[in-house]
């Protein structure tokens, strides 16, 4: 294979995210409903998410535990994942389930006014009023 196949193939991980990200991108643009919308946003964050942790992971690393007496020696950082990744990650999972629901809250708001989750719809009835 080529020097160019090898570096596409060997960050999948990483095409994968761009991919989910765009998809959720394109359904907060071009989709006119606001649950499809808001079902893009929370795309578009899991994809934020799952780059990050990705970007945390190491291979052949271990978990950053440092036994008694350890200290004393010379500690190389490259043998041991970063953990500061993940668990921002663990809080961002928390806003997004968050916002899912608030956002979902405020469409059933919407839709017990409008009659309607279509954002055409509602941006007529609202020039109308």
């Known amino acids: 294979m080529s020097d160019l196949m090898v570096a596409i193939l060997g960050k999948y991980n990483y095409w994968l995210c761009v991919i989910l990200m765009m998809i959720g991108l394109y359904a907060m643009i071009a989709k006119n409903n606001l ?42 950082p490259t043998l041991y994942i970063n953990p500061l990744p993940h668990v921002l990650m663990l809080t961002a999972i928390v806003v997004s389930v968050s916002t899912f629901g608030v956002a979902l809250a405020l469409a059933i708001k919407v839709y017990r006014k409008h009659k309607t989750l279509e954002e055409d719809e509602i941006l007529m009835q609202l020039r109308s009023e």
């Open 35 to 76: 649950i499809k919308k808001l079902v893009g946003m929370n795309i578009f964050q899991t994809s934020i998410i799952l780059f990050y942790v990705s970007v945390g992971c190491k291979e052949g690393a271990t978990i950053p535990i440092l036994h008694h007496g350890a200290g004393h020696h010379g500690v190389d």
